[in-house]
C-alpha cells in the first residue's frame, strides 16, 4: 500500500505538502496540486481519515436533522445536501425529528456527541433550545428553510410571503374570489408568511377574506383532506384552496373527489412545493415551486463558508420562488 512519502517522492514534494493538498490547509499552487492528486491517483494512495481526524480535529462529518422525513420536500433538500457533501468528501449523519421538538433536541445532543463539525437544521420550530444548545457547544449551524429572526445564526430559506401571495394572485386573476386557505403550523414561519401573502394578494385586490375560509393543518395528506371538508362544509365554500404545501393540495384534491366535485371544473386547488409527484398526480397539480435542491446545496456551501471564518457575521440568505401552472386549477365559470 501506497505511503504519503512514495506520494511526495512521485509528485516531487514535501510531505507537508501533500498533507496541506489533502487537507487544505495552505494554499497549494494549481500546478503543485494537480502533480499531487495525478500521484496519488497512480499509486491509488488513500487517505487515512482517522488519522487526520485526530491531527486536525475534525471528523469530516455533518449532522442533518429534518422535521419529517417522509415529507418528499424534505428529500429534494437532503439531495442537495448530500451532492454538495460528496463533492467536499463529507459525509452526513441524518436524523429524523418526526415533527416532534423534543425529538428534535435529543437529536441535536446525539449529533454533538458524534463531534460532527457542523449541523444543518430544518427545526420543528423549536429554535431557541436548539440555537442555544448549538452555540453552547460551539458548533457551527446553517438553519435551513426557517427564518427565526435571531441573529444567532446562518439561515437559508425561500420566499414564502411571496409564494403565498404569487399563489393567492393567481387564483383571484382566474376570477375566484372565495379562496380557502390551508395551512400549516402557525409556529413555523414558512407556513405564517405564506398565510401573510394569501392575505396581501386580497389587499391588493381591495378584497377582505373571511376568517373561515383558513383552516389549519399539519403539512401532511390527511390534514389536507380533512380542511378541506371543512371547506366544504362552509354555507358560502370557496370555489377555489390555496394549500401550504402540494401534500395538503392532494389530500384536499381526494377530499373533493369524494364529494363528487370536480378539479379544476368545481373547485380548483393549487400547492407549494413542487414535489416530484405534483407533475404526476391527476389532476396535474399547480403550485408554487421551491429550489428545494438548490437551498440544500446552498446550505452546505454556507456551512463551509461558517468553518473557513467562525468570526463572520451571521447571514440570512432568501431565495426565489416561482408558479408552475399545470392542470388543477381553471378560470371561474
Not at 487544505?24 to 487526520?52: F, I
Not at 378584497?207 to 380542511?227: K, L, N, R
Not at 392532494?250 to 371544473?265: M, S
Not at 438548490?294 to 461558517?306: C, N, T
Request: charged letters at 20%; aromatic letters at 6%.
Amino acid at each position: 500500500m501506497a505511503t504519503i512519502r512514495d506520494v511526495a517522492k512521485a509528485a516531487n514534494v514535501s510531505i507537508s505538502t501533500i498533507s496541506h493538498v489533502i487537507n487544505e490547509t495552505r494554499y497549494v499552487s494549481p500546478d503543485t496540486r494537480e502533480r499531487v492528486l495525478a500521484a496519488m491517483k497512480q499509486l491509488n494512495y488513500q487517505h487515512n481519515r482517522v488519522a487526520s481526524s485526530l491531527r486536525n480535529r475534525k471528523t469530516y462529518t455533518i449532522g442533518v436533522l429534518l422535521p419529517n422525513s417522509a415529507n418528499p420536500y424534505f428529500a429534494e433538500i437532503l439531495a442537495g445536501i448530500e451532492a454538495a457533501c460528496f463533492e467536499q468528501d463529507y459525509h452526513i449523519i441524518m436524523g429524523n425529528a418526526n415533527d416532534d421538538p423534543e425529538r428534535e433536541q435529543s437529536y441535536l445532543k446525539v449529533l454533538l456527541s458524534r463531534q460532527v463539525d457542523g449541523i444543518l437544521l430544518i427545526s420543528t420550530g423549536a429554535f431557541d433550545d436548539s440555537i442555544h444548545l448549538l452555540r453552547e457547544n460551539k458548533t457551527p449551524a446553517v438553519m435551513v428553510d426557517r427564518s427565526t429572526e435571531l441573529a444567532a445564526v446562518d439561515e437559508i430559506f425561500t420566499d414564502n410571503q411571496g409564494g403565498g401571495r404569487l399563489a393567492t394572485a393567481h387564483l383571484l386573476a382566474l376570477g375566484h374570489r372565495r379562496i380557502g386557505c390551508v395551512t400549516g403550523p402557525s409556529f413555523l414561519t414558512p407556513s405564517a408568511t405564506r398565510v401573510q401573502g394569501y392575505r396581501d394578494a386580497f389587499a391588493a385586490a381591495g378584497i377582505v377574506p373571511d376568517g373561515s375560509w383558513i383552516v389549519t393543518g399539519d403539512f401532511q395528506h390527511e390534514s389536507g383532506y380533512h380542511a378541506a371538508r371543512k371547506l366544504l362544509a362552509l354555507e358560502n365554500r370557496p370555489t377555489a384552496i390555496f394549500a401550504c404545501n402540494d401534500l395538503m393540495a392532494i389530500g384536499a384534491v381526494a377530499a373533493l373527489q369524494d364529494a363528487g366535485l370536480r378539479v379544476p371544473g368545481d373547485v380548483s386547488v393549487i400547492g407549494y412545493d413542487n414535489i416530484p409527484l405534483a407533475s404526476y398526480y391527476n389532476p396535474r397539480l399547480t403550485t408554487i415551486a421551491q429550489p428545494a435542491r438548490e437551498l440544500g446545496y446552498l446550505a452546505v456551501e454556507r456551512l463551509f463558508e461558517r468553518f473557513d471564518d467562525p468570526d463572520v457575521p451571521a447571514r440570512n440568505d432568501m431565495l426565489p420562488v416561482a408558479l408552475v401552472e399545470r392542470d388543477s386549477c381553471k378560470p371561474l365559470g
